[in-house]
């Protein structure tokens, strides 16, 4: 809010006051921003729609993931098959994937498991062509494992 003060009792500044009053500006925004915080996750949901069902083959994108893990001894594991290095991992991981490499491959890791084992393995991953490759960890509320 503006305004003028008095120089002294008999003096008074009457020039005009250029200051522009931004708080019902701010409050307009305010108001603006929560109704597109409601709205927005309205518009994504889209229409309610019965869809029919067919016979067509799903699509490879749909696949479950291929789980590699590393255990708290630095052993590699695809799924539950166990793999003696580095090599074996990829020889492993090649089997199951069946040669797709766009599959999404998670890696999960023991706490207690070096950084570097587990980049070795995320490196390998990755070299041999896997390009969707995402660490694995748990929700800090303990509610499951998040990616």
């Known amino acids: 809010m503006a305004f003028a003060l008095r120089k002294n009792d008999s003096e008074f ?78 020889a492993a991981l090649q089997q199951r994937s069946e040669n797709d490499r766009d599959r999404r491959v998670h890696v999960r890791a023991d706490k207690s498991v070096s950084y570097g084992r587990v980049a070795e393995a995320m490196g390998a991953i990755n070299a041999a062509g896997y390009a969707k490759v995402a660490l694995v960890s748990e929700a800090k509320g303990g509610g499951g494992p998040s990616r």
Do not use: H, R
Not at 46 to 58: E, I, M, N, S
């Open 13 to 90: 500044d009457s020039a005009p006051i250029a200051d522009i009053n931004v708080t019902p500006l701010v409050d307009v925004m305010l108001v603006l921003l929560i109704v597109f915080m409601v709205a927005a996750p309205l518009m994504t949901a889209g229409v309610p729609v019965d869809l029919p069902k067919t016979a067509a083959k799903q699509l490879n994108d749909q696949q479950p993931p291929i789980v590699v893990s590393v255990d708290a001894g630095g052993g590699f594991f695809v799924d539950k098959t166990g793999a003696d290095d580095v090599q074996g991992l990829l």
